[in-house]
């Protein structure tokens, strides 16, 4: 078998919100489609990917770089012995004659490829992703389950007055609450402990239940005693990201002298920046989350290494939650037995909510069981995917 064609399209996902590093109003995604001359009912068996959200589309490194290298190669060179499409060996084929180091966007633009070439090769063997991951790295696997638990991620700033905003921001959480999220993390400021308190109140009260906050790295050092005090006596879930992703010795003294759980890792994007957490951070892994994002970081392999590394060190897979809620990393947190899915409830969005008609129930979900990672079966979703899968 071969790879016929692989197609990027960038497409425009802004909306009118932020959060304390970034507005989100010019944000883009890459969608894209690696189309395969094996025919399954009736269709050529296509893998998709869709960007994670926040890092803008991957368009011109795809399309000047790792597509052309990938098609170049060849098409025996990129199957296993079972005759079909091998990610690792396509993985190792779109990197040749890449440098070490100085990752950059790259991660970003190799994990798309990576996705799409894993939901091909689900399909090719009629399973659900999680599934197919599982069986090829059984070491990872020994809690795969299509049953998972999940948080809701929404609480963004939008522009109003403070008291509309609080009203806007505690009939977000209600609704993602309604939803069967009992767990809804927010955003916060991070430069003003009484307006970041107001929020978490207005959230936690609109809920019913505990908050888990986002400081997007911008927790201001000359207030962060106070600030992780007062967040501590809000009994929140988590406090996530206070200090900027690659400034390990603040992150080291936040998490030491703070009294509750800290997440981080959604902008370390290899192997080597996860290590560096590891060694450098200063996490405990008892108590702390690693947030790593499959789709922003070259992908499966890398995030296997990482699993490994860590777990090497006595760390579960339980302090792993995937950043993002795209339907990908839901399969990765089933496959591996992940701690949580990260969901961000709206369905309306291309991006948010799970696969059509997707129940959940006090924060659990079962993965449909479509082959692949059934983009197919979110319609708003896979009308962005499905133009792209063409052969000519
Ligand atoms: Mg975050």
Redesign the pocket.
């Known amino acids: 078998m071969k790879i016929l064609a692989i197609r990027e399209v960038t497409v425009p996902i802004g909306a009118a919100m932020s959060n304390a590093a970034i507005a989100f109003d010019s944000m883009t995604a890459s969608a894209l489609a690696i189309v395969t001359d094996r025919v399954q009912n009736g269709m050529p068996v296509t893998g998709y990917a869709f960007d994670s959200i926040g890092r803008y589309g991957k368009g011109a490194l795809l399309r000047e770089r790792f597509i052309p290298r990938l098609l170049a190669a060849s098409p025996d060179s990129l199957l296993d012995d079972n005759g079909l499409i091998d990610p690792e060996a396509c993985w190792r084929a779109a990197m040749a004659n890449e440098k070490d180091g100085g990752h950059g966007e790259r991660p970003g633009a190799i994990g798309l490829l990576d996705a799409a070439l894993w939901d091909a090769r689900a399909k090719l063997e009629s399973k659900p992703l999680w599934r197919c991951l599982a069986d090829h790295y059984p070491d990872c696997a020994t809690g795969a389950s299509p049953k998972i638990s999940l948080y809701g991620s929404c609480g963004h700033y939008r522009p109003g007055r403070t008291s509309d905003v609080l009203d806007a921001l505690a009939a977000e959480v209600k609704r993602a609450g309604d939803a069967g999220y009992p767990l809804v993390k927010i955003k916060l400021g991070g430069n003003n402990i009484a307006d970041d308190a107001a929020r978490v109140e207005a959230a936690s009260r609109a809920l019913g239940g505990r908050i888990a906050v986002?400081a997007?790295g911008r927790l201001d050092a000359s207030i962060a005693d106070a600030w992780l005090d007062r967040m501590t006596q809000l009994d929140v879930a988590w406090v996530?990201?206070p200090a900027s992703a690659l400034d390990y010795a603040a992150l080291g003294r936040y998490a030491s002298q703070a009294r509750l759980p800290i997440a981080t890792g959604?902008n370390l994007f290899s192997f080597d920046d996860a290590r560096n957490l590891l060694r450098y951070g200063g996490l405990q892994k008892e108590r702390d989350r690693v947030?790593v994002d499959v789709l922003l970081a070259y992908g499966v392999p890398e995030y296997v290494r990482i699993l490994r590394e860590y777990r090497a060190a006595g760390w579960a897979h339980s302090a792993f939650v995937p950043?993002a809620g795209h339907l990908f990393a839901a399969h990765l947190v089933a496959a591996f037995g992940l701690g949580m899915h990260e969901a961000a409830p709206d369905a309306s969005l291309p991006y948010g909510g799970l696969w059509d008609g997707t129940a959940v129930r006090d924060g659990r979900t079962s993965i449909p069981s479509h082959e692949g990672a059934g983009y197919e079966a979110k319609k708003n979703l896979y009308a962005i995917l499905q133009p792209l899968s063409s052969p000519n």
């Open positions: 986002d997007n996530e990201e959604e947030q950043h």
